[in-house]
């Protein structure tokens, strides 16, 4: 401001030197940009998309100004954040051009912040991120059970890498679809699905989204990300394919690429198949070593004719099964009492007290053990308590009845598809029966891996050049059965 009272002539000076310091001020400002600018990028900074409008381009300064001077933490002032932010705009640049998300678009970001300012950055001035504390101005507070929006309230849900990141990938993927619009868009990054597998585990828990394109990106870190774009389903059209997904079941395309890494059956049949069994564990490709099971509900392990609890369930898969660091719920079925008292004290453990079987029914069991042994048998878990259904054939042991269940219908009630499902099978010659069960009824495609003991009259152990009088069935036919089983899609291994 001009003093009252100065000479023209100190007037004239001194709009010249306020002048002066608002040219010098103006080109300090932009050589601190052009310094920005080449620091970012001799860092490795990421240059816009070139679909961004130049004008989006010239409100990301603008934005970020106004962050920094709204009091925001000194965390998004930060060199590092600023450079995630720049990443995030160029991804979310083509979305803009695409029309997929606009400047009036209700946007919702789940994986930072960072992304928040860069859709705001973009011209999406409503856009907000969810965090697990409120951060003014950019971030609400919510967590993956329950986002704070309304269902159906939002245009645009960018998941960044927050799937990768969440300890409930099922709940966050089921509330971003939730409060997504029909026809809105969901956009997720992420580390996994870039197998056949992990994609339709992922495409599982968004029954309501159809998956619109996919592309590969660089990540910051030099690592590779898969972007996959999402629109949500107007209802009539998503309840409509839920149900022929259900009423419908296939195996599908990512479970039979999993069978092209599997081990390759036994062909010929094995003099010594307690032998055997401990020599092919070695070579089994379990699914986990050939896939990502992360995007899955729940994780299962289901153990048909389980014996005692160290027979299987803690001797091996405990122990043994590679899980990614998940936690299984284990079902363990068991028809005979014997066993019962053993699972009393195990956690984790869910004991069903009956036979499996194709309907529910009361059946007659034959038990096989060997006189005097009945102890040692009990121990071991081997022997006593064995038990397979009759048939109609004469009995020469004891006899006990016993409830059995279809299986079948119990495994759909128990799981589905967004699950991730082991299955061992070991019941006397039951597979048979059960395995073409779970065919007709669709519950095969609920389970992702099944070790498989298929009964037949295999050369004794006792007696040598004697085959066991137990079974009818011939190797021959246990093979059939097993290769039928992967023709079908279903990653089974042989367990003797």
């Given at each position: 401001?001009?003093?009252?009272?100065?000479?023209?002539?100190?007037?004239?000076?001194?709009?010249?030197?306020?002048?002066?310091?608002?040219?010098?001020?103006?080109?300090?400002?932009?050589?601190?940009?052009?310094?920005?600018?080449?620091?970012?990028?001799?860092?490795?900074?990421?240059?816009?998309?070139?679909?961004?409008?130049?004008?989006?381009?010239?409100?990301?300064?603008?934005?970020?100004?106004?962050?920094?001077?709204?009091?925001?933490?000194?965390?998004?002032?930060?060199?590092?954040?600023?450079?995630?932010?720049?990443?995030?705009?160029?991804?979310?640049?083509?979305h803009l051009a695409d029309g997929l998300v606009g400047p009036s678009s209700r946007a919702v970001c789940l994986g930072g912040a960072q992304q928040a300012l860069a859709l705001r950055e973009l011209g999406v001035a409503g856009a907000v991120a969810v965090a697990r504390r409120r951060s003014p101005p950019l971030a609400v507070a919510g967590d993956d059970?329950?986002?704070?929006?309304?269902?159906?309230?939002?245009?645009?849900?960018?998941?960044?890498?927050?799937?990768?990141?969440?300890?409930?990938?099922?709940?966050?993927?089921?509330?971003?679809?939730?409060?997504?619009?029909?026809?809105?868009?969901?956009?997720?990054?992420?580390?996994?699905?870039?197998?056949?597998?992990?994609?339709?585990?992922?495409?599982?828990?968004?029954?309501?989204?159809?998956?619109?394109?996919?592309?590969?990106?660089?990540?910051?870190?030099?690592?590779?990300?898969?972007?996959?774009?999402?629109?949500?389903?107007?209802?009539?059209?998503?309840?409509?394919?839920?149900?022929?997904?259900?009423?419908?079941?296939?195996?599908?395309?990512?479970?039979?690429?999993?069978?092209?890494?599997?081990?390759?059956?036994?062909?010929?049949?094995?003099?010594?198949?307690?032998?055997?069994?401990?020599?092919?564990?070695?070579?089994?490709?379990?699914?986990?070593?050939?896939?990502?099971?992360?995007?899955?509900?729940?994780?299962?392990?289901?153990?048909?004719?389980?014996?005692?609890?160290?027979?299987?369930?803690?001797?091996?898969?405990?122990?043994?099964?590679?899980?990614?660091?998940?936690?299984?719920?284990?079902?363990?079925?068991?028809?005979?009492?014997?066993?019962?008292?053993?699972?009393?004290?195990?956690?984790?453990?869910?004991?069903?007290?009956?036979?499996?079987?194709?309907?529910?029914?009361?059946?007659?069991?034959?038990?096989?053990?060997?006189?005097?042994?009945?102890?040692?048998?009990?121990?071991?878990?081997?022997?006593?308590?064995?038990?397979?259904?009759?048939?109609?054939?004469?009995?020469?042991?004891?006899?006990?009845?016993?409830?059995?269940?279809?299986?079948?219908?119990?495994?759909?009630?128990?799981?589905?598809?967004?699950?991730?499902?082991?299955?061992?099978?070991?019941?006397?010659?039951?597979?048979?029966?059960?395995?073409?069960?779970?065919?007709?009824?669709?519950?095969?495609?609920?389970?992702?891996?099944?070790?498989?003991?298929?009964?037949?009259?295999?050369?004794?152990?006792?007696?040598?050049?004697?085959?066991?009088?137990?079974?009818?069935?011939?190797?021959?036919?246990?093979?059939?059965?097993?290769?039928?089983?992967?023709?079908?899609?279903?990653?089974?291994?042989?367990?003797?």
């Amino acid at each position: 401001m001009v003093e009252v009272g100065m000479e023209p002539a100190a007037r004239k000076w001194h709009g010249k030197g306020l002048l002066t310091r608002a040219l010098l001020l103006g080109v300090a400002a932009l050589a601190l940009r052009l310094l920005y600018g080449a620091f970012v990028t001799v860092g490795g900074g990421w240059a816009p998309d070139p679909a961004v409008p130049s004008t989006a381009v010239v409100g990301r300064r603008t934005h970020a100004q106004a962050a920094a001077a709204s009091g925001s933490p000194e965390a998004w002032r930060s060199h590092g954040w600023r450079e995630a932010v720049e990443f995030h705009a160029g991804v979310l640049g083509r979305h803009l051009a695409d029309g997929l998300v606009g400047p009036s678009s209700r946007a919702v970001c789940l994986g930072g912040a960072q992304q928040a300012l860069a859709l705001r950055e973009l011209g999406v001035a409503g856009a907000v991120a969810v965090a697990r504390r409120r951060s003014p101005p950019l971030a609400v507070a919510g967590d993956d059970r329950r986002l704070p929006f309304e269902s159906s309230s939002v245009d645009f849900v960018f998941a960044g890498r927050a799937l990768d990141s969440s300890r409930r990938p099922a709940d966050l993927a089921g509330e971003a679809a939730r409060i997504l619009r029909p026809e809105g868009h969901l956009v997720v990054l992420t580390s996994s699905a870039g197998d056949a597998y992990s994609l339709r585990s992922l495409q599982a828990l968004l029954p309501s989204l159809r998956l619109l394109r996919s592309r590969e990106i660089n990540s910051p870190d030099a690592s590779t990300l898969r972007e996959l774009v999402f629109q949500k389903l107007q209802p009539t059209t998503a309840s409509t394919s839920t149900e022929n997904s259900a009423s419908n079941c296939t195996i599908g395309d990512h479970k039979m690429q999993l069978l092209t890494h599997a081990e390759p059956l036994i062909e010929e049949e094995p003099l010594k198949p307690w032998l055997t069994l401990k020599r092919n564990i070695q070579n089994i490709k379990y699914l986990p070593e050939l896939a990502d099971i992360s995007f899955k509900r729940r994780y299962v392990y289901v153990d048909l004719g389980s014996r005692s609890y160290g027979s299987s369930i803690g001797s091996w898969f405990r122990k043994q099964y590679p899980k990614q660091n998940h936690t299984f719920e284990v079902f363990a079925i068991e028809a005979d009492p014997t066993f019962h008292p053993d699972y009393a004290t195990r956690k984790g453990v869910t004991l069903l007290p009956y036979a499996a079987w194709v309907k529910n029914d009361t059946l007659s069991f034959e038990i096989n053990g060997d006189p005097g042994k009945e102890d040692e048998a009990k121990a071991s878990g081997h022997g006593m308590g064995r038990i397979r259904p009759t048939a109609g054939k004469k009995m020469s042991g004891k006899v006990r009845s016993v409830q059995a269940f279809d299986f079948a219908e119990w495994l759909k009630q128990t799981v589905s598809e967004q699950d991730y499902v082991v299955m061992k099978m070991d019941v006397e010659g039951t597979e048979f029966d059960l395995i073409p069960r779970l065919f007709d009824t669709g519950a095969i495609c609920l389970v992702d891996e099944v070790f498989l003991e298929c009964h037949y009259n295999r050369w004794q152990r006792c007696c040598p050049g004697e085959r066991s009088p137990k079974y009818q069935n011939t190797y021959e036919e246990c093979l059939e059965l097993f290769s039928s089983l992967r023709e079908s899609g279903v990653l089974v291994h042989q367990w003797f």
